[in-house]
């Protein structure tokens, strides 16, 4: 019914840039939160950022100041820009979106983006 497809990811050095998208389609009324999370080996899932349909945002603390998350709700779509990246940013990067179908409202997840931060 829903589907949210990531892009995106990929290799960085130190200090470079990636920016991360996904697009929910399907039979959508509304989409409420949209965000990413991300998970190293080793560790657990944790939020990266989450932007609200007003707008309201929330950031993990370690990435505040270098990422930015934006949605564009004419195309059901998040944007995670990622700038001064670290190591530490290396992770698989997940989609999140809690979705209105029908008349039933649930969190959707996308597949996952590798990130990899290495010179």
């Known amino acids: 019914q829903v589907q949210l497809v990531e892009s995106g990811g990929g290799l960085a050095q130190p200090g470079g840039s990636l920016r991360l998208s996904c697009a929910a389609s399907?039979?959508?009324?509304?989409?409420?939160?949209m965000g990413w999370y991300r998970q190293a080996p080793g560790n657990q899932r944790e939020l990266v950022a989450r932007?609200?349909?007003?707008?309201?945002?929330n950031y993990a603390d370690s990435v505040k100041g270098r990422f930015t998350i934006s949605r564009d709700n004419a195309k059901n779509t998040v944007y995670l820009q990622m700038n001064s990246l670290k190591y530490e940013d290396t992770a698989v990067y997940y989609c999140?979106?809690?979705?209105?179908?029908?008349?039933?409202?649930?969190?959707?997840w996308g597949q996952g983006t590798q990130v990899t931060v290495s010179s």
């Open positions: 399907g039979s959508i009324v509304n989409i409420y939160d």
């Open positions: 932007i609200t349909i007003g707008g309201r945002i």
């Open positions: 999140y979106a809690r979705i209105h179908v029908r008349t039933t409202v649930s969190d959707y």
